[in-house]
């Protein structure tokens, strides 16, 4: 499932000049806990994942995680508004959806990027519906140069 997602994404992005496809590779999540502090997170999510960025502005993204915080795999998918705040600072608003958590269907996240590093987080989203706990990502973003 995930290869045709990327092929489409890298589809998408052969039919528009104002964009882009990268390739998406989470290496690191930390969990910021609230209720259950003897909850044990899975803090390496290998995975890769792929997004198309549509007139600078939206992204379109889906990622593969084979060792999700739970350990079990799961599949992503997520919208972005991108902003670019200086020459090598971009923000992101954006709002994703797991599949295989029964506690979360749709999450907000924010998110900052410097070169090819990407920050993503969860906070102060978890904490203020109820969550047991936040997520902060690190991801390498790879341009695909379409």
Same mark, same amino acid.
């Given at each position: 499932?995930?290869?045709?997602?990327?092929?489409?994404?890298?589809?998408?992005?052969?039919? *528009?000049?104002?964009?882009?496809?990268?390739?998406?590779?989470?290496?690191?999540?930390?969990?910021?806990?609230?209720d259950n502090k003897d909850q044990?997170?899975?803090?390496?999510?290998?995975?890769?994942?792929?997004?198309?960025?549509?007139?600078?502005?939206?992204?379109?993204?889906?990622?593969?995680?084979?060792?999700?915080?739970? *350990?079990?795999?799961?599949?992503?998918?997520?919208?972005?508004?991108?902003?670019?705040?200086?020459?090598?600072?971009?923000?992101?608003?954006?709002?994703?959806?797991?599949? *295989?958590?029964? *506690?979360?269907?749709?999450?907000?996240?924010?998110?900052?990027?410097?070169?090819?590093?990407?920050?993503?987080?969860?906070?102060?989203?978890?904490?203020?519906?109820?969550?047991?706990?936040?997520?902060?990502?690190?991801?390498?973003?790879?341009?695909?140069?379409?």
């Open positions: 499932m995930i290869k045709k997602l990327i092929l489409i994404i890298t589809l998408f992005g052969f039919n *528009n000049a104002h964009s882009e496809v990268n390739v998406v590779v989470p290496f690191e999540t930390i969990h910021i806990k609230y044990v997170y899975n803090e390496n999510n290998s995975g890769i994942g792929g997004e198309y960025v549509y007139s600078d502005k939206h992204v379109f993204g889906a990622l593969y995680l084979n060792i999700d915080s739970y *350990n079990n795999k799961n599949f992503y998918a997520y919208y972005a508004f991108k902003y670019k705040y200086q020459k090598n600072i971009i923000l992101y608003a954006s709002v994703m959806y797991p599949t *295989n958590y029964d *506690n979360l269907d749709i999450a907000p996240m924010i998110a900052v990027s410097y070169g090819y590093v990407r920050v993503t987080t969860t906070y102060p989203f978890g904490k203020l519906a109820g969550a047991v706990a936040d997520i902060v990502n690190i991801q390498l973003i790879i341009p695909s140069g379409f």
